[in-house]
């Protein structure tokens, strides 16, 4: 093909690494596949069990097993608890630090505590039943909380790249502007000094708020934030230059000089795609507006005849629930549930 | 068309996007099977993942904990897989676990001041070796995982890119780039002073 060894082994071989390859190969793994019991087998705690209901063991035996269990468990507590406060840090160029401590080549981000990159250097920072998140040069991010099933962190500058495992809603980051929860997904969030920042989604879904707005961004769509305004109106990322300069106008509000032949052009350029941004404006637009941001959208995503337009201009959130639905995006339900479970 | 994970725990619904919706849907249907306990399906995720967990792992870790850190990953990625959601994530997903798994073996094993062993499972290993992958072990992470799935396990570029979930464009970039490294530090002779004589320079 492009006659790569490195890449395509196929490929007419590389004296070099052919003799790199031949001297690691060695190292290669031979082990074959266990089986899933044995895999289980493995867990802590599953022998003792095992032995516990075995009918040959005494009372004494039992006893002793469920003495041991005690101290498993007691031990497993006091390990989370150890562990519970903060989280793996590894550096992945340069120097990052936790406060004034240079990060050599791991170390732990407790609550409370910041981890620093400077131009030279990245860090990434692992929870394994959360995810990964890489955080990029120049920044600047501080452990807020982590529990069991809420982990929250502060972006107050800089770039992360967050790809999340966890179960959505449980992945939090504040941001000067906005707040980001993850709602299963792989994002990249971006603040600058003065507060304003970029959210550009990659798989999944993550939801912006602040100042009472809210944005359900989707992969491939980005929003801006900014302190004045809070989380700006998602776009996907492929429409052009022109139709995000105006959108951004439109998110500066109706008192912006340009505010109305923005919105104008937003509403006559908007493709069937676009959709997902039609109906994030409508509560956004001044009220005189709305009926207009309606249209648009109707004539791009038909309003289902199960909803009424005057709801829809009340803002009526079944009715916008209802629309949004029928955009073949996702079920509004679940992300609706996340703010009810968030705000228990 | 739409691929829905349920494993019992509330889940995303991923509609359809082309062809990487079916590599997804079928790895998702291996990885339901798994959650299943099918031992087939299991055998037959082990076979495509378990050398990428092998080189994350090798490339931080003494060789001999190797092997038994990677069932390690693999117990804790059958026990953890109803927490998943999307499958086109599962390779970074179980790239992060593995990695989460050496950082808390180094740890234990630093508590415990244990010295590293480099002799895995007895086989005779010559030094020369050892020596770059320690070498390999020094250079930056994105590079020497990389490089490792390709020296150590074999894999090509694209097999790298799928399993990692990282694009072919990054997989070339580090394999290059680590490459470069690994040559300036291995230098136009032997890899290290302390290695024993080979012929190979």
């Known amino acids: 093909m492009d006659n790569d060894y490195l890449w395509d082994p196929s490929a007419p071989p590389d004296p070099e690494v052919e003799r790199l390859e031949q001297m690691l190969g060695r190292l290669r793994s031979t082990t074959p596949a266990p089986s899933i019991a044995d895999l289980v087998r493995r867990m802590p705690g599953h022998d003792v ?168 961004v989707p992969a491939g769509a980005s929003a801006r934030t900014d302190p004045d305004h809070g989380p700006g109106t998602p776009r996907y990322d492929v429409t052009d230059q022109r139709f995000r300069d105006e959108l951004d106008f439109v998110d500066e509000g109706p008192r912006m000089e340009g505010y109305a032949s923005a919105l104008a052009y937003v509403l006559e350029h908007a493709s069937v795609h676009d959709a997902m941004t039609l109906w994030h404006l409508i509560p956004r637009v001044a009220p005189s507006d709305r009926g207009a941001v309606v249209d648009a959208l109707a004539a791009r995503a038909p309003m289902p005849t199960s909803v009424s337009r005057d709801a829809v201009m009340r803002l009526d959130k079944a009715a916008l629930d209802q629309w949004w639905d029928s955009l073949g995006l996702q079920d509004a339900s679940w992300w609706r549930l996340w703010k009810s479970e968030l705000g228990k | 068309m739409e691929h829905v994970l349920e494993f019992g725990r509330p889940v995303l619904r991923f509609p359809a996007a082309g062809s990487r919706d079916q590599g997804a849907r079928s790895l998702g249907e291996t990885l339901q099977a798994v959650a299943a306990g099918d031992q087939d399906a299991f055998t037959r995720l082990y076979a495509d993942y378990s050398r990428m967990v092998h080189a994350i792992l090798l490339g931080r870790v003494p060789g001999r904990d190797v092997d038994d850190l990677v069932q390690d990953v693999f117990l804790t990625a059958y026990t953890r897989l109803a927490g998943l959601r999307n499958p086109d994530a599962f390779g970074g997903w179980l790239a992060a676990i593995a990695r989460n798994r050496a950082t808390d073996h180094l740890r234990q094993a630093r508590e415990q001041e244990r010295l590293p062993d480099e002799m895995p499972g007895g086989e005779s290993i010559d030094a ?67 290695v024993h004589e080979s012929g190979n320079g």
């Not at chain 1, 039992?62 to 989280?87: C, D, E, K």
């Not at chain 1, 800089?158 to 994002?187: K, M, W």
């Not at chain 1, 798989?203 to 100042?211: D, N």
Request: glycine share 8%.
């Open chain 1, 49 to 216: 069990l095992r032995w516990r209901t075995a009918r040959f063991l005494g009372p004494a035996l039992a006893a002793a097993a469920a003495v041991v269990l005690m101290i498993a468990a007691s031990w497993q507590s006091m390990r989370t608890l150890h562990l519970a406060p903060g989280w793996d840090v590894a550096s992945l160029e340069g120097q990052p630090r936790i406060g004034s401590a240079i990060v050599a080549d791991i170390g732990r981000l407790a609550v409370g505590q910041t981890l620093t990159t400077d131009a030279s250097s990245r860090a990434r920072l692992d929870i394994s039943t959360l995810g990964a998140v890489t955080v990029e040069t120049n920044s600047r991010v501080r452990l807020v909380a982590t529990r069991a099933d809420h982990f929250r962190l502060a972006l107050e500058r800089g770039t992360l790249h967050a790809v999340i495992v966890a179960p959505p809603r449980q992945f939090v980051v504040d941001t000067p502007s906005s707040r980001a929860t993850d709602l299963g997904c792989a994002y990249m969030l971006h603040v600058d000094e003065d507060g304003t920042g970029l959210l550009s989604v990659t798989a999944g879904w993550v939801s912006f708020e602040s100042k009472g707005r809210e944005s359900f």
């Open chain 2, 128 to 194: 020369e070796t050892f020596a770059v992958l320690e070498i390999v072990r020094k250079l930056p992470e994105t590079y020497r995982e990389t490089l490792v799935m390709r020296l150590v396990e074999g894999m090509s570029g694209q097999e790298i890119a799928d399993r990692t979930g990282l694009s072919p464009g990054s997989v070339r970039v580090n394999l290059h780039r680590g490459m470069k490294l690994l040559r300036e530090k291995l230098g136009p002779a032997k890899p290290d002073t302390t």
